[in-house]
């Protein structure tokens, strides 16, 4: 165990790195890292901080990230564990000379190569709550990465002993059909959940030019809102929101349409959050 200004942290080592996504579409990696840490552990849902070392603009000495945790702890033992995250490359434009830069984390992750070392922190309190009961409902939605911690759910519910007796939906828009992360051809290792019998997947792609993922996830919930918003209205429905803050935007364009206003879509949600049974987890 380290200590940096971020506080605690442990080493972790690359033990896989590989694309997921083709060259024609933005580079996402899905990242394994082991801790060997004995008092390393988490749930599903957590994150942890990647704190890339500087220095860095402004004279920090470190960069922290957090990257939701994308598999449940059945790779845990005694000696080590060993997690994966999903990272996208990521760059942005200063606002002010229009220059193109790398994201600090995000390169770093994805130029890591296996054998590699890395510091990270946590892990820290998921912000998402799921159902203990099993016979409770559960609703993804997410774009993008916002899919890593529904993976570990699913891997989670559907491996407990009696599997999962509530109806449990994800929602997931893409701009193209390999841009699906873990359910495109390439990479299907959520095709085992499809044979549950209360498990359901709308993956929407984008079905004009230049249309983004939190678009094609707008039609994916306008054309199956029937389902979703007759669960949504149950009270035993946890709905957890993961990815984009665009994601909210369309969210909550299709919803207040099947509420009957915006005051009465905003009027459940803070119903839900005061109870319990709703999450959500945003980035820019």
């Not at 699913?154 to 509530?166: E, F, V």
């Not at 929602?171 to 699906?180: I, N």
């Not at 990479?187 to 499809?194: H, P, V």
């Not at 004009?208 to 306008?222: G, K």
């Amino acid at each position: 165990m380290s200590e940096t200004e971020l506080g605690p942290a442990v080493m972790a080592e690359v033990i896989e790195s590989r694309r997921i996504t083709p060259e024609s579409t933005d580079e996402v990696r899905h990242i394994v890292l082991r801790v060997n840490e004995p008092s390393f552990r988490y749930r599903e849902g957590q994150s942890i901080g990647v704190v890339v070392p500087g220095p860095h603009a402004f004279g920090n000495k470190y960069h922290m990230r957090r990257y939701s945790i994308a598999n449940d702890r059945s790779r845990s033992n005694e000696e080590s564990v060993e997690f994966s995250i999903l990272v996208r490359r990521c760059f942005y434009i200063d606002p002010v000379n229009g220059e193109r830069y790398p994201g600090v984390a995000s390169n770093f992750l994805c130029d890591a190569q296996v054998g590699q070392s890395l510091s990270v922190t946590g892990p820290y309190k998921s912000p998402f709550n799921v159902p203990s009961d099993n016979h409770a409902n559960l609703v993804m939605i997410g774009v993008g990465t916002g899919i890593a911690p529904f993976r570990a759910f699913m891997q989670h519910i559907y491996r407990q002993q009696g599997g999962w007796k509530g109806q449990v939906r994800l929602f997931y828009g893409a701009r193209t059909g390999m841009d699906m992360l873990y359910m495109n051809d390439h990479n299907s290792d959520l095709k085992e959940f499809f044979d549950e019998e209360t498990f359901i997947a709308y993956n929407a792609l984008a079905n004009r030019p230049l249309m983004s993922e939190a678009e094609a996830l707008e039609q994916s919930l306008d054309l199956h809102v029937e389902d979703a918003w007759s669960l949504i209205q149950k009270p035993d429905t946890y709905v957890c929101v993961a990815g984009l803050t665009k994601v909210q935007k369309a969210m909550d364009h299709v919803f207040s349409e099947a509420a009957g206003s915006s005051e009465n879509w905003e009027a459940l949600k803070e119903q839900m959050a005061q109870q319990g049974r709703w999450s959500q987890l945003l980035y820019s």
